[in-house]
Structure formats: structure tokens, C-alpha cells
């Protein structure tokens, strides 16, 4: 069974994985604070950049803003509750800076904190495992305003808020994740302006990345300071792997430049320096680095936390001196963002990672698909065999990289539930978990009840029926 065969509606019913995933492999799903929550303006929680850009005319899709979302912050007993009947071994959330640091930096805000005190508590009540993400892209507007993550200042705010969230919940969280994509952060918020604070200016780029890693680097022992013995620290960071139609000039050319953006955070993390050319490829001078930085960049971690959706591929057009993406791949299965379904690209990311970077885990952070969902109304079922299909195959294909050796500890879908997919507002669902936003009902979809009896096989092969 493969995701091609994509009119196969019985694919669910089969599961016919290796067993060759570790006995305390961590099975879980993951959501962000901001695509979630709600509760934007209650119980003090100070606006973010994503508040303020939602906001803006023409910004997002048709308006929409996670004012709302998924109204995760009142009803995260409920959610915690679907959790439990999924059999989620772990949840990864994180943490919106600005509900529990108003103004970014000094005055808490008491309700805030008690949020996610709330929260964690709820989910190791049921044995869900918390997996805890510091920057998930809210930055708090009061920072935004002073030149967010192009101002040094940020980072060392950061480290602060790192620590206040270590004291409150470091004695119940035990996995940490500094920040989630920093290339997202920095592409996308200041060079592109496609997600907020909606900069386009790639000049800003190289240090808005280096801002984002020093925070992480500056917050890694205040974390450890703060958490239980063994707490598992990490950062999470976007790979899309490139690969090549033809062996042309052009067209190795184009994926290594490509491979060299999978670097532009790893290689800095793991072994303290920007990769050769990469700020040549941007058209831009590389940031400014201070004595010291590249250390508290590549402080150890426990783990590297992997996002990955799909790869690219790449061929020669003309007379062979050029190169262009293959888009789309003929005969390739897309989901509802155009990114292409390629199961395989999972495999070879977390072998070349191993390779390249011997983390001492790899986790699988983000993982998922978004396809067009539809729901009858009033029924306890939502049919996406595709989504079901997807995470198989992407199962499967970690499977195999962990038979050949790639120390993956763990692996969580994108996403929970349906939620605010950031410019794309509510329009794309990539959700175990319809949400029927006019009412807020959760439906458990075919893929999350595949995904349940998936996990519930795991964990009897291991522990028995
Ligand atoms: C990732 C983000 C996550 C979600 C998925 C689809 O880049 O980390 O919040 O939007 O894409």
C-alpha cells in the first residue's frame, strides 16, 4: 500500500508497519499556542505579532485571526479528555509568551502562568507526557515594537521568559523546546513578510536567525538551571530535503544552495559556524556575530526536534545552465498547501541528519498534511483516508530510517486538531481532529481513529494486550 494508491479508501483499515519502533518511543501530536488558544484579549494576555497582523487588512485568508481558534484555552479539558482516547503518549504545545509576559518583559501575569500550570497538570492526570515549546512565533507586540528579533535585546528577553516558564512548570515538564523554525521566523516574518510582523526586507534576514539562536543558546542553561535532572531540552527547526531530476551542473548547483538553507540552523547548532555561502545566496551581510555568540549557540542539546511536510526537487530547463523546481511533480499526490507527498524524503532527512550532525535524539516535532475535510453536520465521522494515508506512509518511512540506525525518539503529527494555519487562516485543516468552528465541536477524524489504533498496537506489542 503506498500514498499513491490514493483512491484506496480501505487504507486505514490495514496496519501493516515495521515493529521496529523503541519501547518508549514518544507518540503524540502537537498544536501552537497562537493557532489554538483564543482567548486573545482575556484574563490579561498581552497582544502579539500575530495579533496585530491578523489584523491587518489583506494579511491573512478572507481576515481571519486566532482570536478565537479552536478555543483551546477554555476547553483544554476537553481536549485533554480526546487526548486520553486517542491514546496520545505525549502533547506538544507551546507557550504564548505574551499571556504570561504582557509587555514581553517585566510585569507577569499571574492568569497566564496558572494557564499552563492548569494545562500540564491536566495532561499528566491522564498520562500524557508535556512537551513544552517557548517560541512558537507570538512574539509579544510591546518587543515587535522596539525591532523584535532584529534587536540583540530580544534574545536576552527570551532567555528571561525561559526561566519563568522553567520555574513554574519545571518540576512537571521534562521536554523543552526552545524555539519552533527558526527559518519560518526569520524568512517568512522579515525577509518575505508573508507571516508577521509582514517585513520584507532579506537585508533583516541574517539577523533575525542569528537573534533567534543566540536566544536559544542564552536560554539553554537557564533552563537546566530551572528543570528536573535529566529534562530534555531542544529546538525545533523546519527541513525540506532537495533533490535532483538530472545530474547537470545547474541542477546540483540549485540543490546544494537548497541544502545549504537546510543548514542555515543546524550547522551553526551543531557544529558553531553558518555554512560557506550561505548569506551569498541570500544577496545579504552576514550578521553581526559578538564574541562568544557561536558557543552559547552550540550548547549541547538532548535532541533536535525535525518539521517536516515535503522536499523538493529540482531540474535543468534549456541548454542545461539553468535550474528550476519540478513543480508540480507529475504524477505526485499534493495536499491542500501544494506541498508534495513524499514519504521518502522523511527517511533520507533523518539519515542525513544523523550523519551529519550525530544528535544524541531526533525528534520527529511536526509532521502532517492538510486535504479538504468535510464534515455532514451532525455525524460522529469525518472520512480523509489521504490524511490517513500520509501519516502511514511518513510512519513507515521512519520506520525504515530507524532500522538503519537514526536515533528518533519520537514523533508528533501536525496537528491535534484543526486550527489557524497562520496566513492561511481556518481554510486549510490538518487536524486528527475536525473542528467545526461555528459550534466548536471536535470530531475525531478516520486518520485520528488510525492513528489511536496505530498507538494503541504500539504500545500492546510492547506492553502486552
Ligand atoms: C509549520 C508550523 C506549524 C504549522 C505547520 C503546517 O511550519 O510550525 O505551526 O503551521 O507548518
Not at 513578510?193 to 509582514?198: C, E, I, L, V
Not at 531530476?245 to 551543531?270: H, I, K, S, Y
Not at 467545526?436 to 504500545?459: L, T
Request: overall charge negative.
Amino acid at each position: 500500500m503506498s500514498i499513491l494508491d490514493h483512491t484506496n479508501t480501505q487504507v486505514g483499515k490495514q496496519i501493516d508497519l515495521p515493529v521496529s519502533f523503541p519501547k518508549d518511543f514518544l507518540w503524540g501530536a502537537a498544536t501552537a499556542s497562537y493557532q489554538v488558544e483564543g482567548a486573545a484579549n482575556e484574563d490579561g494576555r498581552g497582544p502579539s505579532i500575530w495579533d496585530h497582523f491578523a489584523a491587518t487588512p489583506g494579511k491573512t485568508y478572507q481576515g481571519h485571526t486566532g482570536e478565537v481558534a479552536a478555543d483551546h484555552y477554555h476547553r483544554y479539558l476537553d481536549d485533554i479528555a480526546l487526548m486520553k482516547a486517542l491514546g496520545l503518549g505525549a502533547y506538544r504545545f507551546s507557550i504564548s509568551w505574551s499571556r504570561v509576559l504582557p509587555q514581553g518583559t517585566g510585569a507577569v501575569n499571574a492568569a497566564g502562568l496558572d494557564f499552563y500550570d492548569r494545562l500540564v497538570d491536566g495532561l499528566l492526570a491522564q498520562g500524557i507526557i508535556p512537551m513544552a515549546t517557548l517560541y512558537h512565533w507570538d512574539l509579544p507586540l510591546a518587543l515587535s515594537e522596539k525591532g523584535g528579533w532584529v534587536n540583540r535585546e530580544t534574545a536576552y528577553a527570551f532567555a528571561d521568559y525561559a526561566e519563568l516558564m522553567a520555574r513554574r512548570l519545571g518540576d512537571r515538564v521534562t521536554w523543552w523546546q526552545t524555539h519552533n523554525e527558526p527559518w519560518c521566523i526569520a524568512f517568512l516574518g522579515y525577509g518575505i513578510g508573508a507571516h508577521a510582523p509582514g517585513l520584507a526586507d532579506m537585508s533583516l534576514v541574517p539577523t533575525v536567525g542569528h537573534h533567534v539562536l543566540l536566544a536559544h543558546g542564552l536560554a539553554l542553561p537557564r533552563l537546566r538551571a530551572h528543570t528536573l535532572p535529566g529534562t530534555q531540552l531542544g529546538i525545533t527547526l523546519n527541513f525540506t530535503p532537495a533533490y535532483a531530476a538530472d545530474d547537470q551542473l545547474a541542477t546540483c548547483a540549485a540543490v546544494e544552495r537548497a541544502t545549504r538553507g537546510n543548514r542555515w540552523f543546524a550547522d551553526p547548532l551543531f557544529k558553531g559556524s553558518y555554512p560557506d555561502g550561505l548569506f551569498a545566496d541570500f544577496g545579504t551581510a552576514p550578521p553581526p556575530i559578538h564574541d562568544g555568540d557561536m558557543e552559547l549557540i552550540s550548547g549541547h542539546i538532548d535532541f533536535l526536534g525535525v518539521n517536516n511536510y515535503s522536499r523538493t526537487l529540482y531540474q535543468a530547463v534549456g541548454d542545461g545552465n539553468q535550474s528550476e523546481r519540478v513543480d508540480p511533480v507529475p504524477g505526485s499526490l499534493y495536499t491542500e498547501m501544494h506541498w508534495e507527498v513524499y514519504p521518502q524524503g522523511l527517511k533520507d532527512l533523518l539519515l542525513w541528519l544523523y550523519e551529519e550532525y550525530t544528535p544524541p535524539a531526533l525528534i520527529v516535532t511536526e509532521n502532517g498534511a492538510a486535504f479538504a475535510d468535510t464534515w455532514d453536520g451532525s455525524s460522529e465521522r469525518v472520512h480523509d483516508p489521504l490524511r490517513t494515508a500520509y501519516l502511514h506512509d511518513y510512519i513507515q518511512a521512519m520506520g525504515e530510517a530507524i532500522a538503519q540506525g537514526a536515533p528518533v525518539k519520537g514523533y508528533f503529527v501536525w496537528s491535534l486538531m484543526d486550527n489557524f494555519e497562520w496566513a492561511e487562516g481556518y481554510s486549510k485543516r490538518f487536524g486528527l481532529i475536525y473542528i467545526d468552528y461555528a459550534s466548536q465541536r471536535r470530531i475525531i477524524k478516520d486518520s485520528g481513529r488510525w492513528y489511536a489504533d496505530f498507538m494503541r498496537r504500539q504500545h500492546e506489542l510492547h506492553n502486552g494486550a
